[in-house]
């Protein structure tokens, strides 16, 4: 695949009733990949409690797959890839062992259906709602039951920096974040796992991003680029964040592009805008997409100069 395609996530403009439909509104707007949310075949939280059931995800893999057949045809047809998928979440839940195996199995399937559409990675948030060691522990255990159907659809699974009430957690500290990818990797005896950096949620937890770019390396696999004032994670279009007197940036774009220049970043350019799309007015959402991949073409030159 061709290296930095700017790429949009799906959610909140993508009808996912009509394939052939948004990926023509896609490349229309100057999308030349796709982060699809296929999250939204299952609310992780809801089967928990057992308020909801996802017949989608009690089928056989090769049913699942199939049912991602318009998806693949439409992105043939409009030449729109794909540069990663989001997973449910969460992945885990506290001494519900059944619930836990069926969110594996599913997580399976979700893996297969990424090679069958030509996807390279796969965006699964880590557990981390516990204590460093015991996430570790936990992550470490569900992260290995993937990893064979990881290499056999040749998917990368991509961990992530979150947060836990807008406070760090494990893997906001990008150091931790490493040593986890390489056991993983150590463990799959190859080039299994990497990493999303989140430049929202490295922004308000005061991370130092060209730094975090560089200890990640050839780690960092994809990205979700969005902005926010930095005190919450509001998925913003780019460059529409500053102080109070709009005299500077709140997120350091500029450390941002060095960072990916310093280690010659080759993956795309990803865009986790849900909440700044939803601002706009419907009848101007078109034109805002169109602003959005104009910021990727803008980040590129930036880039590959």
């Not at 594996?104 to 297969?112: P, Y």
Request: proline share 3%; hydrophobic share 40%.
């Amino acid at each position: 695949m061709k290296k930095h395609l700017i790429s949009v996530q799906s959610g909140d403009w993508y009808e996912e009733s009509n394939d052939d439909a948004s990926m023509k509104y896609a490349a229309e707007c100057g999308v030349e990949a796709l982060d699809f949310n296929i999250d939204h075949i299952m609310n992780t939280k809801s089967y928990a409690e057992g308020t909801a059931h996802y017949e989608l995800c009690d089928k056989s893999t090769e049913e699942f797959v199939q049912h991602f057949a318009p998806l693949k045809a439409a992105s043939e047809k409009y030449g729109v890839a794909f540069s990663q998928m989001h997973a449910p979440f969460p992945i885990y839940f506290p001494g519900q062992d059944d619930v836990n195996d069926y969110i594996v199995e599913m997580l399976k399937k979700v893996i297969a259906t990424c090679g069958y559409v030509n996807c390279p990675a796969l965006v699964i948030h880590p557990y981390v709602y516990a204590n460093d060691e015991e996430a570790v522990k936990i992550n470490f255990e569900i992260y290995k039951k993937l990893i064979p159907a990881a290499k056999e659809h040749k998917v990368k699974i991509c961990l992530e920096n979150l947060f836990k009430g807008h406070k760090e957690c494990i893997f906001s500290n990008v150091r931790d974040a490493v040593e986890m990818i390489d056991m993983l990797n150590e463990e799959a005896g190859g080039d299994v796992f990497g990493f999303c950096l989140d430049l929202g949620h490295a922004n308000f937890l005061r991370r130092d991003v060209r730094e975090f770019v560089r200890v990640l390396g050839k780690r960092l696999t994809v990205l979700h680029i969005h902005d926010n004032n930095g005190n919450g994670d509001s998925h913003l279009i780019p460059f529409t964040q500053t102080d109070n007197w709009g005299t500077k940036y709140t997120t350091d774009w500029e450390g941002f592009i060095a960072g990916l220049r310093d280690i010659g970043y080759e993956g795309n350019l990803s865009f986790e805008t849900f909440r700044g799309l939803k601002l706009i007015p419907k009848d101007a959402q078109k034109e805002a997409l169109c602003l959005i991949t104009a910021i990727g073409r803008y980040l590129r030159r930036r880039i590959e100069e």
